[in-house]
């Protein structure tokens, strides 16, 4: 790729070489979704994270990982070994050709065999590398192993989160991988601009733990403000105000959000829906949530009760659309299935199909995060195969003949 | 010797300037990245309608009010502050002259309302052809939801997310923060950045429809196509993981305290077993395994919380992490002020707020060859910059300003 006569995406002038596990695959997807010409370095056999599931059709198997198909649409794939001295040679022809490096192995293993930033910079001055890590690359808890539960701990999100009774929890869908990935996405072209305007390489140093840890709205400012702290309030709101947000609908669950501003629409939800509460809250309209002109907690609690129970035989879509129409904020809690076959994104085209050829299927991927007017998301094409593009790489551009390819491929390099 | 403004390494984004009409969380914290790189990002809000967060609490040095709030001043580091009264029939020429001078246009207004102000993207591509404006709807400007309304604390349900906080016997609780502004936000500044470098290679701009709902959708790893696939429906897990035991919360010494643990591998598992001081129990046969620990993980986490709750959170991460067990505490916002990782890094930022003084603010999640992105300024106050910017930046004389002043065109 290199340098375009006419770019046709915003990213389309950056290769990127990406040596990420869990924190960070996402990044890659997203540098490729712009254009970026991401290319996966794996070890020959490929790598560790094409052993997670879910697999394709329940089969475990290097190439059916749907974790792989999500985090790796739109990469190249070659097989590197960099525990080799070929392998570092050859890697390092390959950040000479590249404007980015993004990685997170553990912290040092890079510099241990050679590869750290600095050393880099001798093959590749501009080169913008992004290290993405439980901790950051340095301080007293950076050689620290662990993956998103400890970042989601010591970030301070799972301390928020969880029901009273019982433990805190993280969420399912790892939330510390996936913030450091957004996060590097948007430090890495930061470094890119950085790189351009200084003409030096660039280290991005991205902390998964501080990527939690900005996550917390004003939970955390509350201790150095007023030394409090925030527990985890089950399916409420953690804060100040314990508000509750979730309510069990006839086949799930609705999230509803009361604020001060909603009391008159809310009377005119239950007037019209005939829902028995048994007393006018209309006049609680722009009273504060907390203090001595607050609604009574007691009354608030029975239109609590009062409205789960109408809540309860109710479908969510149903409730949703009626909040809604209310100008109340509710939202259904949607289960994945719920988001498929949600008319909305529908509406607005947001699954794509991407051809996996040698699965012989087409399979419905979400699709472009953002809609940009003049430069479509680039959803494809479906992940790579372990070393797809070996021979593209390796001889259509470093120049290897076929039979040092061989060698290679016989020494365990590729 | 350059000042730090003009420093390119501290301040690659100067010379950019933004038009910030978004308001709360994930609008003001997308631009809040550039400003914090030396964008000239200017906060517009009017004093009629200020930004929503500048209610919110706490209020730091000083009685609640818009310039006492340490929430607003977390999201909007590093930006100019004016206020203009939108709805007055002179305001609307005013920020079309802000935005000719302008690269970046921010917005998340109900869909809609931009275009009904004679402010939507057509118009504003008049005035400056190159112009890159972003959207930031709940659910994006098109399809049968882009009306609907809420906050991140109940959009995270319809991003898929909240169904996943819990555990699998119970409702789903959330995150009990407004979560998918701190994801959206970030995905937001990505594109924007990335529009920034289209328009330097090639000139042109463009209009970027981020819904907070599909961008947060991309936090959810293969659930989705778990069904699109095998039609299956995942569901909240609690701390348990797929291919780690265990794996989760313990209870420590002290009110509400825990200590996260992580154990991935069999050298793990040998070294949490030393660390508790080699118990029987741990010897058990069932234990020696994955399989083994994840059929009877129940088990397993109960003999594991008999050995950490005769700790402080901080004691058991350290006896864990120099045993080699991935652990740390559970941090509530205390541990977080008191974590030796956070400390080194710099996390807390003091940038001298005129009336917050040196309250702590969160700093951007990455260095830049070691250093911290600190903004050049503090959040500003309530239309504070109006003089400058209406009359340096615009252009307008002072007597043609206190005439619109006046006339209640800044309210």
Redesign the interface.
């Known amino acids: 790729m290199g340098d375009h006569a006419a770019p046709t995406l915003p990213l389309d002038h950056l290769r990127v070489l990406d040596l990420t596990g869990e924190y960070g695959a996402l990044t890659g997807r997203l540098l490729a979704g712009l254009g970026a010409d991401v290319i996966r370095v794996e070890p020959p056999g490929g790598h560790r994270t094409r052993r997670r599931g879910p697999f394709y059709r329940d089969v475990p198997h290097p190439e059916r990982s749907l974790y792989w198909f999500q985090m790796n649409a739109g990469k190249r794939s070659i097989t590197l070994n960099l525990h080799t001295a070929d392998g570092r040679a050859l890697f390092r022809r390959l950040v000479a050709r590249a404007q980015v490096l993004i990685e997170s192995l553990p912290v040092g293993e890079l510099a241990e065999m050679g590869l750290g930033f600095e050393s880099l910079l001798a093959d590749n001055p501009r080169l913008v590398m992004t290290s993405i890590s439980l901790y950051g690359q340095q301080g007293p808890y950076a050689r620290d192993e662990g993956g998103d539960l400890l970042a989601m701990a010591a970030g301070g999100l799972m301390y928020l989160c969880g029901d009273r009774d019982r433990p805190p929890v993280r969420v399912t869908v790892e939330q510390g991988n996936a913030q450091a990935s957004i996060h590097a996405a948007a430090a890495t072209v930061i470094g890119c601009a950085t790189s351009a305007r200084t003409g030096r390489g660039v280290h991005v140093d991205v902390s998964m733990q501080e990527c939690v840890a900005e996550a917390l709205a004003n939970n955390r400012m509350l201790w150095p403000a007023r030394g409090m702290i925030i527990h985890r309030a089950g399916g409420s709101r953690a804060g100040g105000v314990g508000r509750r947000l979730i309510y069990p609908a006839a086949d799930g669950y609705i999230g509803f959000y009361r604020r001060p501003e909603n009391y008159l629409d809310l009377q005119r939800w239950i007037d019209e829906a005939g829902i028995p509460v048994g007393f006018e809250v209309g006049s609680w309209q722009g009273r504060p949530v907390s203090g001595p002109d607050a609604p009574p907690p007691e009354l608030e609690a029975k239109l609590d009760e009062a409205l789960e129970r109408y809540f309860a035989t109710r479908p969510k879509a149903e409730l949703n659309r009626e909040g809604q129409a209310h100008n109340l904020y509710v939202t259904e809690v949607s289960t994945p299935e719920d988001l498929v076959k949600s008319p909305h994104l529908a509406a607005r085209e947001f699954w794509v199909p991407v051809e996996h050829p040698e699965l012989g299927t087409t399979i419905t991927y979400p699709g472009a995060p953002f809609k940009l007017s003049e430069t479509p998301w680039r959803p494809g094409p479906r992940a790579p195969l372990i070393g797809e593009h070996n021979v593209e790489i390796y001889c259509g551009e470093l120049g290897l003949s076929r039979a040092e390819l061989a060698t290679l491929k016989g020494a365990g390099v590729i | 010797m350059t000042t730090r403004r003009e420093d390119?390494?501290q301040y690659?984004?100067t010379g950019i300037r933004v038009a910030d009409f978004a308001w709360v969380?994930a609008g003001p914290l997308a631009t809040q990245?550039l400003a914090v790189?030396g964008a000239d990002v200017i906060h517009i809000e009017s004093r009629g309608r200020p930004d929503v967060l500048r209610s919110?609490?706490?209020?730091?040095g000083g009685p609640p009010g818009p310039d006492s709030t340490?929430?607003f001043a977390?999201v909007n580091q590093g930006k100019r502050g004016i206020t203009l009264n939108l709805r007055h029939p002179r305001a609307v020429e005013l920020a079309k002259r802000l935005v000719a001078t302008c690269d970046v246009v921010t917005e998340n207004f109900t869909p809609g309302t931009m275009a009904k102000l004679g402010l939507g993207y057509e118009a504003l591509r008049e005035v400056r052809p190159d112009i890159i404006m972003?959207s930031m709807g709940l659910?994006?400007q098109?399809?049968?939801?882009?009306?609907?309304?809420?906050?991140g604390?109940?959009?995270?349900?319809?991003?898929?997310?909240?169904?996943?906080?819990?555990?699998p016997d119970?409702?789903?609780?959330?995150?009990?923060?407004?979560?998918t502004?701190?994801?959206a936000s970030?995905?937001?500044?990505?594109?924007v950045?990335?529009?920034?470098?289209?328009r330097r290679?090639?000139g042109?701009?463009?209009?970027?429809?981020?819904?907070q709902?599909?961008?947060s959708?991309?936090?959810?790893?293969?659930?989705?196509?778990?069904?699109?696939?095998?039609g299956?429906?995942?569901?909240?897990?609690?701390?348990r993981?797929?291919f780690a035991a265990p794996?989760?919360?313990?209870?420590c010494l002290g009110e509400?305290a825990?200590?996260?643990i992580?154990v991935?591998t069999d050298a793990?598992w040998r070294a949490l077993r030393a660390a508790m001081g080699d118990p029987e129990w741990a010897h058990d046969e069932r234990f020696a395994t994955l399989l083994g620990r994840k059929a009877n993980e129940d088990e397993l986490e109960a003999c594991i919380a008999e050995w950490t709750r005769h700790f402080t959170p901080q004691e058991a991460a350290d006896r864990l992490?120099a045993a080699?067990v991935?652990?740390?505490?559970?941090?509530?916002?205390?541990?977080?002020?008191a974590?030796?990782?956070?400390a080194?890094?710099g996390?807390f930022l003091n940038l001298n707020h005129p009336v917050q003084g040196g309250?702590?603010y969160?700093?951007?999640?990455?260095?830049?060859?070691?250093r911290v992105p600190t903004p050049p300024r503090p959040a500003p106050l309530l239309g504070q910059h109006n003089a400058e910017v209406y009359q340096e930046l615009l252009g307008l004389s002072r007597a043609e300003y206190e005439e619109l002043e006046a006339e209640g065109v800044f309210r």
Do not use: C
């Open positions: 390119p390494f690659p984004l969380i990245y790189h919110g609490e706490p209020f730091v340490a929430y977390n972003i659910a994006g098109t399809g049968p939801e882009r009306h609907y309304k809420g906050f604390t109940v959009i995270q349900g319809s991003a898929g997310i909240t169904h996943f906080v819990g555990w119970r409702p789903p609780v959330g995150t009990g923060v407004a979560y502004d701190f994801v970030h995905i937001a500044a990505f594109a950045l990335s529009a920034l470098e289209y290679r090639t042109r701009g463009q209009y970027i429809d981020l819904s709902q599909e961008a959708m991309y936090t959810l790893d293969a659930a989705l196509l778990d069904y699109t696939v095998n299956r429906v995942q569901t909240r897990q609690g701390n993981h797929p794996h989760g919360a313990f209870p509400d825990w200590v996260a992580e991935r793990h992490r080699g991935p652990a740390a505490v559970v941090a509530s916002a205390r541990d977080l002020h974590d030796p990782q956070l080194y890094r996390h309250f702590p969160d700093a951007l999640a990455y260095r830049l060859n070691g």
